[in-house]
């Protein structure tokens, strides 16, 4: 802990030199020192040795698969490599492989880069094309068990498909946002507003 604490305070020092080594020595004392990992990871990934920074920061998932910081970090250095869709190939592998706590972690990594592809879709005024994202992340949240993940992303299939002049399936997903939270205010609203 002394180690990684060293390392820690020399990362957010910019002294990364000192960070690294200090890291180092706590993966000595603790191979398994999962945040020791993720910030080798990140060190790596600043320096541009991306296989380098993956395999750290994969290692530290491996060993805490329910941090979500890992996640987070993993898909911004595959976003720094040029190729941020590798979020979702891993998903896919784990969930062909069925490791539940590997899959909702890479799951709710890449439920975060859909929503924000749904978000930009919409600025766009692709409304079809926002849907079709946003059902995709229905799929994914449902392969993980991310049932309170799943009530904004009814709330905006909702909204999508009232904007859109699909008032049933409007209709349908604000009832879906009812089923899982009868007490959600905007979707009794918008509801009471189409009948």
Same mark, same amino acid.
Request: proline residues 3%; hydrophobic residues 40%; glycine residues 8%.
């Given at each position: 802990a002394? !180690?990684?604490? %060293?390392?820690? @305070?020399?990362?957010?020092?910019? #002294?990364? $030199?000192?960070?690294?080594?200090?890291? /180092?020595?706590?993966?000595?004392?603790?191979a398994?020192?999962?945040?020791?990992?993720n910030?080798?990871?990140?060190?790596?990934?600043?320096?541009?040795?991306?296989?380098?920074?993956?395999?750290?920061?994969?290692?530290a998932?491996?060993?805490?698969?329910?941090?979500?910081?890992? !996640?987070?970090? %993993?898909?911004? @250095?595959?976003?720094?490599?040029? #190729?941020? $869709?590798?979020?979702v190939?891993?998903? /896919?592998?784990?969930?062909?492989?069925g490791v539940?706590?590997?899959?909702?972690?890479?799951?709710?990594?890449?439920?975060?880069?859909?929503r924000?592809?749904?978000?930009?879709l919409?600025?766009?005024?692709?409304?079809?094309?926002?849907?079709?994202?946003?059902?995709?992340?229905?799929?994914?949240?449902?392969?993980?068990?991310?049932?309170?993940?799943?009530v904004?992303?009814?709330?905006?299939?909702?909204?999508?498909?009232?904007?859109?002049?699909?008032?049933?399936?409007?209709?349908?997903?604000?009832k879906?946002?009812?089923?899982?939270?009868?007490?959600?205010?905007?979707?009794?609203?918008?509801?009471?507003?189409l009948?």
């Amino acid at each position: 802990a002394v !180690f990684y604490g %060293l390392g820690y @305070i020399n990362y957010l020092n910019e #002294n990364i $030199e000192k960070s690294q080594s200090f890291f /180092n020595q706590a993966l000595e004392l603790n191979a398994k020192n999962a945040l020791a990992l993720n910030n080798l990871g990140a060190i790596y990934s600043r320096q541009k040795s991306y296989n380098q920074a993956v395999e750290k920061v994969r290692a530290a998932i491996y060993i805490n698969p329910k941090e979500p910081m890992f !996640f987070i970090n %993993l898909e911004l @250095i595959y976003k720094k490599m040029g #190729n941020p $869709e590798l979020i979702v190939a891993d998903y /896919n592998r784990y969930l062909k492989k069925g490791v539940p706590d590997l899959v909702r972690g890479y799951g709710m990594a890449v439920g975060r880069k859909m929503r924000q592809a749904g978000f930009k879709l919409y600025s766009k005024g692709k409304l079809d094309e926002a849907i079709g994202k946003f059902m995709e992340i229905e799929t994914v949240y449902k392969n993980i068990k991310h049932q309170t993940g799943l009530v904004p992303i009814y709330f905006s299939l909702g909204l999508l498909h009232e904007e859109k002049g699909d008032i049933k399936n409007a209709k349908k997903f604000f009832k879906q946002v009812l089923a899982f939270n009868s007490l959600h205010i905007q979707a009794k609203k918008r509801l009471e507003q189409l009948q």
